[in-house]
């Protein structure tokens, strides 16, 4: 089981910079043994968090300003338009130009708005998206922490968001932003639930809640082995990071942005940022845990299988979102609670019996092989396919024509004359 | 322990992304619900039946282009027809073929835009509508070339159209029959096989066909209640009556049904305009006898023409001058407005936009 | 159709010409609700509600069809003779489609509809002065711009003097 800081950049750093740290640094860092003395490693400790800090923030910044660019890119391309291509290469500084423009724009704050609530929100919003990249393993030894507990960080960590959006509703004191704000609640606590559980599945069979162990026990992508809990993933994290279908708390065409209705200049920014930064943690999480993160083939490198996976989630979201309409509210939470918290939990249930038996009680560390992996994988293809049959038969509404032949609406009489051929009605169904 | 609720009225509009133009709600929410809709119209109000008291009856045909901006011809239509019936003017009619493929082109324009719209109320990201959006387009340029303007056409004269359509023309329309059955199966597949689009719109705002009818409600959506009463065919103006269409009914009455009706008249209007290619014949496009400063004599004359919304009427009063004494137009947008508190009330803050859009609402032509 | 309204309600025609009835307007509710319902007529849908100024009087002409018999007819009611207080009574109760027509009418016309649930201006704002759609309204660019001008030459007038 990999160590509290084992092979992290942080280590890394940590052990570049303190001279003589055994416990930490078995066997020194890349370059030797650090310069400063012992009694000093909390100041190496503070540096080497600075500069991981930097890092991640500054690397997000960079990869949301390229997702904004290759996004607004594809969905031109979806339209049948252009996109953004002036300013610079295949206009690759048209999101520059925005981040500049909005903060020169003018801050306006309501004059009815509370304004401690109002100003903290957006950072709020920004700062648990973040924190979800620290413990994502980007590549074999590419990764900043790796916590024995990281998925469980990241669902807790996620979570906060919620208190941004109703605080940023609250503080704007705009009716249409409470209503946004009430829909953001309702909908992220539902998601939750069958996140959470779905993401058990995974945990179970790497036996282990770090992201790094999650990776290393997929000689079979998770995709495989369970495909339900992939897709029940895969929505919820949809639903998570506000992307259509789900979207019913910005609802463009109905609240107008909800929450963000009174926000402008950066702070407007930072809600963009967030909301962008969100798909990408998305994505990000969908491929460590169940796409098999940075494994992949020689000679390609870790970090680019992991970036490249990444991307094709990253596609598949937008694809979603550029084509598919919105759900209503009661609809949504209709599918968390009587489809994907059903699903979730067969799967829970299939993959631990599986679990069960296959578990090596004399080894109970080792990881499970490629082997009982794909047996686990088949039949829980199997429960897939009956499950998701079952649970869409009784989650179908009342077929329509059925509906109207059970009640034919009386045809409104319309001239004495003999009329020409009428079409029928209801042929389209 | 209950918890002690209220009720909440947001005031949607007039500047709000999904109104349609410049139109006002007050709606008063209990939860989603909605429980009260009170309309306010008069954004967009432009004086345009005072304007025309003012204008020679030529002259009117622009302020009619601005009325429905999204239906142009049929407008002009509506009106042109009525200065017909008052000043007793038989048109030529290669000008009457002509203005019925014109009109046949503006209803699957506006029926796209519709539809498009519908998708896009939904919450989809635009898409959908630019892919109609491009099928209008196409519809634009070809009016561009019988008339030289795209959206505001002043194509009609009073005894036919202005000027006979150019050679190039008839090649883009061919071109443009090919193309469009094949895009309006692609907006059908669109529509009815999404089930988030099924789900949301079935069964949503459910109208009677006989409150409809005593609402004045006509067009599209009273036909998606199973009235059959199309003005093309049960008072045929131009020359409807020589050629051959259907009239789709649903009977559900709820957003699909309208959406459906639509779709399926756009087929019928693909119908009409090849019958108009195959019936028209060269000649004059309008008489010669029509001079430009019509004078009808006294008298009034309204005519009520099928435009993509409803039943779209003028009426004109004239005491034998050179402009309508008084000219009032039975606008579709806003008699299909009187029954939007029951179309609301009851459904969810979601649905509101989609049931309002639903009755492809046109505020030029509310506010006039 | 003035006939066979005769036929049942002898007052309420006052005259008719062509396919034209002159109903009094003391009359018209009640002929309104018989025009809709009585079987020889049903004419169930209201196409339109139109006021004209004829400047001596107002008249409001009522656009009818009939969707189970496919024919139309035409209705006008006098009234405001002399242009004093124009009062008609609300078709609402029959037609809901008045609703909207007849705030219409009241708002750039300015006919008084009796009965009508929610008389308020519909495309103007409330305290705009006068009704624009009658014949005395003097619109903006007669009177205002006669009036600047006038200024713009009593400036220039006292301007000289100086």
Redesign the interface.
């Known amino acids: 089981m990999p160590t509290f800081l084992d092979n992290s950049w942080f280590r890394n750093i940590y052990c570049n910079l303190v001279e003589n740290d055994s416990a930490r640094c078995a066997s020194g860092g890349w370059f030797g043994d650090g310069i400063l003395p012992n009694n000093l490693a909390w100041l190496a400790y503070t540096v080497a968090a600075f500069v991981i800090c930097f890092a991640i923030l500054n690397a997000l910044l960079g990869s949301v300003i390229v997702y904004i660019w290759a996004w607004r890119r594809v969905f031109a391309r979806f339209q049948r338009r252009s996109g953004p291509n002036r300013w610079g290469p295949f206009g690759m500084l048209t999101t520059v130009a925005d981040a500049i423009k909005t903060m020169f724009k003018e801050d306006v704050v309501p004059a009815e708005a509370d304004r401690l609530i109002f100003n903290i929100a957006p950072v709020l919003m920004v700062v648990p998206v973040f924190m979800v990249f620290a413990v994502i393993p980007f590549g074999a030894g590419t990764f900043f922490v790796d916590l024995n507990v990281g998925i469980l960080f990241i669902i807790a960590v996620t979570s906060g968001s919620v208190l941004a959006v109703v605080m940023a509703a609250y503080g704007s004191a705009n009716r249409v932003a409470i209503f946004s704000g009430m829909r953001s609640v309702a909908l992220l606590m539902s998601y939750e639930i069958p996140m959470a559980i779905s993401v058990i599945g995974a945990v179970m069979v790497a036996g282990s809640l770090s992201l790094g162990r999650i990776v290393e026990a997929q000689d079979v992508p998770f995709i495989i082995v369970m495909p339900l809990g992939f897709l029940v993933f895969a929505i919820c994290a949809l639903a998570e990071s506000n992307q259509t279908p789900f979207d019913i708390a910005e609802a463009e065409s109905e609240l107008g942005s909800g929450y963000l209705n009174d926000y402008s200049s950066m702070k407007f920014g930072m809600f963009y940022l967030a909301e962008f930064a969100a798909g990408i943690a998305a994505a990000a999480i969908i491929t460590t845990v169940f796409l098999s993160g940075w494994r992949g083939w020689w000679p390609i490198p870790s970090q680019f299988w992991f970036f490249g996976k990444m991307g094709a989630v990253l596609f598949g979201m937008m694809w979603i979102r550029f084509t598919w309409p919105r759900l209503r509210p009661d609809q949504v939470m209709g599918l968390a609670w009587k489809g994907l918290f059903e699903l979730t939990l067969i799967n829970l249930l299939s993959t631990g019996i599986m679990v069960a038996v296959f578990a090596d009680e004399e080894a109970p560390g080792d990881l499970f092989s490629a082997n009982e992996l794909w047996i686990m994988a088949a039949v829980n293809w199997v429960v897939f396919v009956v499950s998701i049959w079952a649970i869409g038969k009784v989650l179908a509404p009342k077929p329509y024509r059925a509906a109207m032949l059970e009640a034919p609406v009386q045809l409104y009489p319309v001239g004495v004359d003999e009329m020409p051929a009428v079409k029928a009605a209801g042929a389209a169904d | 322990m209950t918890l002690q609720t209220e009720p909440?009225s947001?005031n949607f509009g007039p500047q709000?992304?999904?109104t349609h133009g410049v139109f006002r709600m007050r709606v008063t929410?209990d939860g989603?619900l909605i429980v009260d809709v009170e309309p306010v119209?008069?954004y967009l109000?432009r004086?345009s039946?005072?304007l025309a008291e003012e204008r020679t009856y030529t002259q009117v045909v622009t302020l009619t282009d601005r009325m429905d901006y999204v239906a142009s011809m049929t407008n002009n239509q509506a009106y042109i027809l009525s200065v017909e019936k008052l000043a007793g003017i038989v048109p030529e009619p290669r000008g009457v073929w002509l203005r019925m493929i014109a009109a046949e082109l503006q209803r699957i324009a506006s029926h796209l835009v519709a539809t498009g719209f519908l998708?896009?109320?939904?919450?989809?990201?635009?898409?959908?509508l630019?892919?109609a959006m491009?099928e209008r387009e196409k519809i634009l340029d070809l009016f561009e070339m019988m008339c030289g303007a795209r959206i505001t056409n002043s194509y009609l004269r009073p005894g036919g159209v202005f000027a006979d359509a150019p050679d190039y023309f008839w090649q883009a329309l061919r071109q443009f029959m090919d193309d469009i059955p094949g895009q309006v199966d692609e907006m059908?597949e669109l529509l009815?096989s999404?089930e988030?689009?099924?789900?949301?719109t079935?069964?949503v705002a459910v109208l009677k066909?006989?409150?409809m009818?005593?609402?004045?409600i006509?067009g599209p959506m009273l036909r998606a209640?199973?009235?059959?009463?199309d003005l093309r065919?049960?008072?045929s103006y131009d020359y409807y009556d020589r050629v051959q269409f259907?009239?789709?009914?649903?009977?559900?009455?709820d957003n699909?049904a309208r959406y459906?009706v639509r779709i399926?008249e756009m087929r019928e209007s693909i119908k009409i305009v090849e019958q108009c290619i195959k019936a028209i014949e060269p000649g004059p496009v309008r008489p010669k006898s029509v001079p430009f400063l019509v004078r009808p004599p006294k008298g009034?004359s309204?005519v009520?023409i099928e435009c993509p919304k409803g039943?779209l009427?003028f009426?004109l009063?004239s005491d034998g001058g050179v402009s309508p004494?008084?000219c009032?137009v039975?606008a579709p947008s806003?008699?299909n407005?009187?029954?939007l508190k029951e179309m609301l009330v009851g459904t969810?803050?979601?649905?509101?936009?989609v049931s309002f859009g639903s009755t492809d609402i046109n505020m030029g032509e509310v506010?006039? | 159709m003035a006939v066979a309204i005769r036929a049942f309600a002898p007052g309420a025609v006052a005259s008719h010409y062509r396919d034209s009835v002159w109903v009094e307007p003391t009359e018209w509710l009640a002929l309104a609700t018989a025009l809709r319902d009585r079987r020889e007529f049903t004419f169930d849908l209201l196409n339109s509600i139109s006021a004209v100024d004829y400047i001596g009087y107002f008249e409001v002409v009522y656009h009818l069809t009939s969707l189970r018999q496919n024919r139309s007819a035409v209705v006008k009611v006098k009234c405001g003779e002399g242009r004093k207080d124009p009062i008609v009574p609300s078709v609402v109760s029959v037609w809901r489609t008045a609703d909207l027509q007849e705030r219409e009418a009241y708002d750039l016309m300015g006919i008084r509809f009796e009965g009508h649930p929610n008389l308020k201006r519909i495309m103007l704002w409330e305290g705009f002065p006068g009704h624009p759609l009658r014949k005395d309204f003097v619109t903006y660019d007669q009177s205002v711009v006669p009036l600047e001008a006038q200024q713009a030459v009593a400036e220039r007038k006292a301007q000289d003097g100086a």
């Open positions: 909440i947001i709000h992304p999904s929410f989603e119209f008069g109000h004086g039946e005072k998708i896009q109320d939904l919450g989809a990201l635009g898409t959908p630019m892919y491009r059908e009815g999404s988030i689009i099924l789900q949301r079935k069964s066909p006989g409150d009818v005593n609402a004045g006509t209640g199973g009235v059959d009463w065919h049960r008072n259907d009239r789709p009914l649903h009977h559900a009455s699909f459906w399926q009034d309204y009520g039943e009427g009426y009063v004494y008084r009032h039975r806003l008699m407005l009187t029954l969810y803050m979601a649905d509101m936009f506010d006039r």
